[in-house]
């Protein structure tokens, strides 16, 4: 297993996240199969891997139960567990005190070694933030309290935001989660993420390194031209070798599935094999022709005229993002904007198209961005769903 040093400890340069456990049928709904998720906890175990990430919403709010159960047959300084705190989650109050003590009850244990914030971005930085609810003085609290060891947060803001975040509360967070991979270093500005917390000396966790599942599945094309220079290694292990080149990433989740992952990917850490120029050139080149992209540079000529005063940049590279692989992650990162300066608000009026060097249609792209956005649902109407389905189980059980 490959090492990575934080802060003294030697923590394994995988870590097990449980966002995505094993079901009993495979389909989306099922129960957690329970059986095999300890099978994978041992094999993860006898093989190096102790560090398990978990959080409050995850598979419905089972996931902490169930991996706090599976680690309880092991004793506690032997593995690290990591939860987070729901903050991103819209509702009428935050009680992060209520939330941590039933994470510490459901996971079975009197600390953990990692929390986290979760997802800090542009709309929940302002719960984050606001001293009526306390969330981040009330863990740091914990964290002198020793019931909690690293404290940190996960974000799939922008750049901008993971600055001005870091600006007013970095001196607490040790490490952040981010969304890392050969496809998002460009697609995302992840490369400029990485960056930047490097140059805070903030140590970087990497979350979806495989694109939740999509960097594992490549075209037979793309196959062999990896292939042509690593015959034996798998797809999603491309997606891991590029993350081991980057010294700054500590830790990389995966969320893996079934034993075959687990396997494949212990086997994929068992030592690190860099990738060379030509090998990385090759990773970026199927990375571009995955995009399908609107190709705008972001010089930003069309933002001048526009009566609007539309981010057009912006929202070209999120529905570039959309294109790809239609995620929760840009649709929230839009409705965190104002009505006026999301892509339905453009009135078409042609003059950012008539500047735009690359000669794209911007109005189309927006509006055809429009349409796609309706197909997400939104972070409010997955909320209010949750809090349905939790009413309803509530009423079943009484």
């Not at 996240?17 to 006898?46: C, F, K, W």
């Amino acid at each position: 297993m490959i090492y990575r040093d934080f802060q003294g400890k030697e923590l394994p340069l995988l870590g097990f996240g449980t966002m995505r456990l094993p079901l009993i049928s495979g389909e989306n709904g099922a129960p957690v199969d329970e059986h095999q998720v300890d099978a994978m906890v041992d094999y993860a175990m006898a093989h190096g891997v102790n560090y398990f990430d978990t959080a409050y919403p995850y598979h419905g709010g089972k996931s902490e139960l169930i991996i706090g159960k599976s680690l309880s047959r092991y004793p506690r300084e032997k593995f690290y567990l990591a939860t987070k705190y729901p903050g991103h989650q819209i509702s009428s109050a935050y009680n992060p005190a209520e939330v941590f003590e039933d994470q510490l009850k459901k996971c079975r244990v009197e600390y953990f070694d990692f929390y986290l914030l979760h997802n800090v971005y542009e709309k929940s930085m302002g719960t984050y933030m606001d001293p009526k609810w306390g969330i981040i003085d009330y863990f740091a609290q914990q964290k002198r309290l020793g019931r909690i060891r690293h404290l940190g947060f996960s974000s799939h803001g922008g750049v901008d935001n993971l600055r001005e975040f870091l600006d007013a509360r970095g001196e607490l967070m040790e490490f952040c989660q981010i969304q890392l991979n050969y496809m998002d270093w460009t697609l995302q500005n992840a490369r400029e993420k990485y960056q930047l917390l490097t140059e805070r000396n903030i140590p970087v966790w990497v979350m979806e390194p495989v694109r939740g599942g999509r960097l594992a599945h490549l075209t037979k094309e793309d196959k062999e031209k990896l292939g042509s220079f690593r015959p034996d290694e798998s797809e999603a292990a491309w997606a891991f070798r590029f993350l081991q080149s980057l010294p700054n990433v500590k830790m990389v989740l995966s969320g893996m599935s079934n034993m075959e992952q687990m396997e494949d990917n212990v086997k994929t850490f068992r030592e690190e094999k860099p990738l060379s120029e030509e090998e990385s050139r090759a990773l970026m080149e199927i990375a571009e022709g995955m995009k399908n992209s609107v190709p705008c540079t972001a010089c930003r000529y069309c933002c001048d005229g526009c009566p609007k005063g539309l981010d057009i940049p912006m929202l070209l590279a999120t529905y570039n993002e959309v294109r790809f692989l239609p995620a929760m992650n840009a649709r929230m990162r839009i409705d965190a904007l104002p009505e006026e300066k999301r892509p339905a608000a453009c009135i078409a009026c042609g003059k950012c198209s008539q500047i735009c060097p690359q000669g794209i249609n911007i109005p189309k792209e927006l509006k055809d961005f429009a349409a796609a956005l309706k197909s997400i649902p939104s972070w409010e109407e997955i909320c209010r769903q949750r809090d349905a389905a939790k009413a309803a189980l509530a009423g079943k059980e009484k």
